[in-house]
């Protein structure tokens, strides 16, 4: 993290970000229309992502070879649902909908896109620094989440956006909901050793919206050290909603007075 190639992908990303914020400023495109922009840029996103990774691997005896994803490339981390996301928020034809959609990209997009860039989980799990510039899935990661980032200040700038503290409460519900559901997919992931009928040990687990354990630092080894995590988490993620909702909502309030 921090190595040249990595500070070169920051500087990149927000220029990228800068000049499409700047479009989206000047010719006063849509959120509509960006949505639109974003389900080509996501799905053209994955599809190099998943050609980019995908390995063909034998069987236990050669006899037959099959394609396979690793599991850290499946679409079930935050910014990898937004793909899902993004496509609702533009062809459903209820507003109530696109609203509540918008409203839980807003925090989605800005937090995760800026953090994934900063803290570049690629680097760890799927290639080295040295392919900073030579593996298509460098190009795919930095570019996907500065788009990302573009969208979240659209949405921030469209007034049509009912932010408000109740969408607050819908937000962070579904984010809870999404936490709960990833403990249950690292736990159907992961890769468990039995002994004589009892768990022994894990010798492999992902780490989805980072509720297994903290991606950098400090190693959890007991339930009550993870309860805390969670409870720490839990806590920071209702704080830096609510610090994002803010100048939102007092924006919208006082356009109302």
């Given at each position: 993290?921090?190595s040249a ?13 800068g ?10 495109i849509?959120?509509?229309a960006?949505?639109r ?6 799905a053209l996103?994955?599809v ?10 034998p069987n236990?005896d050669?006899?037959a070879?099959?394609?396979y994803l ?16 993004i ?17 839980l990209s807003y925090p989605i997009?800005?937090a ?17 620094v040295?392919q900073a510039f030579?593996?298509?899935l460098a190009?795919?990661y930095f570019l ?8 979240a200040?659209r949405?921030a700038?469209?007034q049509s ?15 809870g909901?999404?936490?709960l559901?990833?403990i249950y997919?690292n736990?159907?992931?992961?890769a ?9 040990s894990v010798?492999?687990?992902t780490?989805?919206?980072?509720t297994?354990r903290?991606?950098?630092g400090f190693t959890?080894t007991?339930?009550?050290?993870w309860?805390l995590y969670?409870?720490?988490l ?5 704080s830096?909603v ?6 939102l909502?007092k924006?919208?309030?006082?356009a109302?007075?």
């Open positions: 993290m921090f190639f990595h500070i070169l992908w920051v500087l990149i990303c927000v220029i990228v970000a000049v499409g914020i700047r479009i989206c400023i000047r010719r006063d849509t959120t509509r960006l949505l922009f974003c389900c080509y840029g996501a996103s994955e190099i992502k998943v050609l980019s990774v995908v390995q063909v691997v236990s050669g006899s070879y099959y394609p690793q599991l850290q490339h499946m679409p079930f981390h935050l910014c990898s649902l937004m793909i899902g996301i496509f609702w928020a533009y062809f459903t034809h209820s507003e109530k909908t696109r609203d509540t959609l918008l409203q997009c800005i995760g896109g800026v953090l994934a860039i900063l803290i570049p989980t690629i680097f760890t799990q799927s290639i080295s040295s030579t593996h298509p190009y795919q996907y989440h500065s788009m990302l980032i573009v969208l200040v949405i700038r469209d956006i009912a932010f408000s503290w109740h969408g607050y409460g819908t937000t962070m519900k579904i984010l909901g999404l936490a559901l990833s997919l736990s159907l992931f992961s468990p050793v039995y002994d004589s009928g009892q768990l022994v010798e492999y687990g780490n989805l919206m980072f297994s903290f991606p950098m959890i007991t339930k009550t050290q309860l969670l409870a720490v839990a806590l920071l993620a209702c830096a609510a610090l994002l909702y803010l100048p909502i924006a919208r309030r006082k109302k007075e």
